[in-house]
């Protein structure tokens, strides 16, 4: 009896024990569990720091998240499926952990899913739903860091050490809340990243990206709304009475008309069908998760189109400055030239030509400003994406130098509305330009000695700030220096003087020229030669700092020679098929539309990208595309 009572006894200690180790171990599995979540999830590593918060509402709901997630409940594994985390290609820049913004508000979403009874039980069989949906509301935080990883090739860019976490929590949690939280877990380096990639964390800004609508009573936003309606029912108003008041009276003069249109383009037209540009190289402002891969795409002999595409913007400004003289010395063609000097006439003259201008391109400017400000604080609030270029800031402060064309005497972070530093630069060419063609008609060798005295000085400015600042033309240096090579117009105006000198050729020539045949290609191979030593002469791009200042000084102004010769030999009746192409009727509806186009497509770029949910992978179509 004894005996049986001693095996019992053995048995029930046994049995106590290895129930005790089991619940050690499986306490200890879950710990080392949650801990390699916690270090691989930022969301996780938030939940198990709940306790930060004391019993505040944002701390219990945390709670409730950490420990649904250590059950498995669906709700809370949407949520972790929501949020971002360490991505691929850290290596090469992609510094973008982003969640997924709809499917974390979509977790509150009771509304079954549009799919036959059949399928959507197929996909409910297994829930329960009391389990699928959170007992609180979530929004998605957006958190952006700073890293200081040595291990990540950096460009010398803007922001290329920002990290963007997505965060999908409870919707109680506030802005500080959630810094306190996420400010421990980097102190302590809580995630397997701070060990793996040798990086420290700091923390810059927090933010929910729902939309509460405060940043629309913001004085200057209402101000730029009432303007808007105001203008929208003025170009309501005008169209109906141009509909059905003054076609009537336009009909009655509408031969003289269509004779002038028929034969060329009036000067407000063709002016304006060249107020636009292609856009420069946005590589850098486009949201990409592998941005030194931009260092390897762009280094084959074919992609140098595409690489080297901010040349075109070059060929605007040629085309604008040979429309702006052609116009005007056709026009004084058939008229005698002015012997004495009427000070007022030619100040009038010259004051008529500048204010015309700049009544015709200015309201669709200003009214673009004004767009881009109301959908720039739009989607600093709803955007998951950090804005490099913050036109709700910039626009408030420095709005009144795009009304002036000033702005690209700035530097490019006070830039209000980024790209129309062409604008601003074509508003200067052509006040300069106006006052040289006035001056010509009165005394033709000092306008003719002052034009190329600018010529020869944008040339050697811009090789000179070249060589000074020892630039080389690869990537990063392309952005340092954008400031002092790219928007300053002292090394934009070559193009533009090449454009008034044909221009004055052609008129002189009066559209016709002899050529013979030899003649003929020699001269298309020089124009081609021109275009293609620019287009494809910085394919090796580690080149000498001499070199490169030479290159930058020839280089905008070659190719608006090349192209000068295009435009001459197709006016001089020599263009053959390129004529016949670039005089297709079709181009004429479109080039009325080339300005606002110009206005709009970056803002629709930036606007498309600031929405969508992740990055952009750099390959070759979307290269195209940018």
């Given at each position: 009896m004894s005996h049986r009572l001693l095996v019992s006894s053995i048995?029930?200690?046994l049995c106590v024990n290895f129930a005790t180790?089991?619940?050690?171990?499986?306490?200890?599995?879950?710990?080392?569990?949650?801990?390699?979540?916690s270090r691989v999830l930022p969301a996780y590593a938030v939940a198990l720091r709940a306790n930060l918060l004391n019993s505040t509402i944002c701390g219990k709901e945390l709670q409730d998240f950490r420990d649904a997630l250590e059950q498995r409940i669906l709700w809370s594994l949407k949520m972790l499926d929501s949020s971002g985390g360490l991505k691929s290609g850290f290596f090469y820049g992609n510094n973008y952990w982003l969640g997924v913004t709809t499917q974390c508000f979509d977790t509150m979403n009771r509304e079954p899913l549009d799919l036959l009874d059949k399928d959507l039980l197929n996909n409910t069989i297994y829930r329960d739903p009391q389990k699928e949906f959170p007992p609180f509301k979530v929004t998605y935080f957006v958190a952006y860091i700073r890293h200081n990883s040595t291990l990540q090739y950096h460009l010398n860019v803007p922001n290329e050490d920002l990290i963007t976490l997505g965060l999908c929590l409870p919707a109680s949690c506030s802005i500080s809340e959630l810094s306190v939280i996420l400010e421990r877990i980097?102190?302590?380096?809580?995630?397997?990243a701070n060990d793996l990639y040798s990086m420290d964390f700091k923390l810059i800004e927090v933010k929910d990206v729902k939309d509460d609508y405060e940043w629309l009573f913001s004085g200057p936003i209402l101000l730029i709304c009432v303007v808007l309606a105001l203008t929208i029912s003025i170009m309501i108003i005008g169209t109906v009475y141009d509909l059905f008041v003054y076609q009537k009276y336009l009909n009655a003069k509408n031969k003289t008309t269509k004779n002038k249109a028929n034969g060329e383009n009036t000067p407000e037209e063709m002016e304006m069908a060249v107020s636009s540009s292609p856009q420069e190289n946005r590589i850098g402002q486009v949201l990409l998760y592998n941005p030194v891969w931009t260092l390897r795409i762009t280094t084959g002999l074919p992609i140098q189109i595409l690489a080297n595409a901010t040349i075109s913007v070059d060929t605007y400004f040629f085309i604008s400055g040979f429309l702006v003289a052609y116009l005007y010395l056709k026009n004084i063609t058939n008229k005698q030239r002015d012997e004495s000097f009427n000070y007022r006439a030619k100040l009038n003259e010259f004051f008529v030509y500048v204010m015309r201008r700049y009544i015709r391109l200015t309201p669709a400017f200003m009214m673009m400003v004004g767009i881009l400000q109301l959908n720039s604080a739009w989607y600093n609030k709803t955007s998951q994406f950090y804005m490099d270029e913050r036109p709700h800031e910039t626009c408030v402060k420095y709005w009144w130098r795009n009304l002036l064309y000033i702005n690209n005497l700035y530097e490019r972070k006070?830039?209000?509305?980024?790209?129309?530093?062409?604008?601003?630069s074509d508003m200067q060419f052509f006040v300069i330009a106006i006052a040289l063609l006035i001056l010509s008609t009165i005394?033709?060798?000092?306008?003719?000695?002052i034009l190329i005295a600018i010529l020869i000085g944008t040339i050697v400015l811009s090789g000179y700030i070249s060589y000074i600042y020892e630039y080389i033309p690869i990537l990063s240096e392309q952005y340092r220096l954008l400031d002092v090579l790219y928007y300053p117009p002292w090394v934009r105006i070559g193009p533009y003087i090449i454009g008034i000198i044909a221009a004055y050729?052609?008129?002189?020539l009066n559209k016709r020229i002899t050529l013979k045949r030899t003649t003929l290609i020699l001269c298309w191979s020089f124009g081609s030669s021109c275009n293609i030593f620019v287009l494809f002469g910085l394919y090796k791009r580690h080149i000498s700092v001499l070199s490169t200042a030479i290159y930058v000084?020839?280089?905008r102004t070659i190719w608006a020679i090349g192209i000068a010769w295009l435009v001459i030999v197709c006016c001089t009746k020599h263009g053959g098929i390129i004529k016949q192409v670039l005089s297709f009727k079709v181009w004429i509806p479109l080039s009325r539309l080339t300005y606002c186009a110009y206005l709009l497509n970056p803002f629709i770029i930036h606007a498309i990208r600031l929405h969508d949910e992740s990055s952009v992978h750099l390959e070759f179509l979307s290269l195209v595309n940018i």
């Open positions: 048995l029930c200690i180790l089991y619940r050690v171990s499986a306490q200890i599995n879950a710990s080392e569990g949650n801990d390699i979540n980097f102190r302590d380096r809580a995630l397997l006070e830039l209000c509305m980024s790209w129309s530093w062409y604008l601003a005394c033709f060798y000092t306008a003719a000695f050729i052609l008129i002189n000084a020839l280089s």
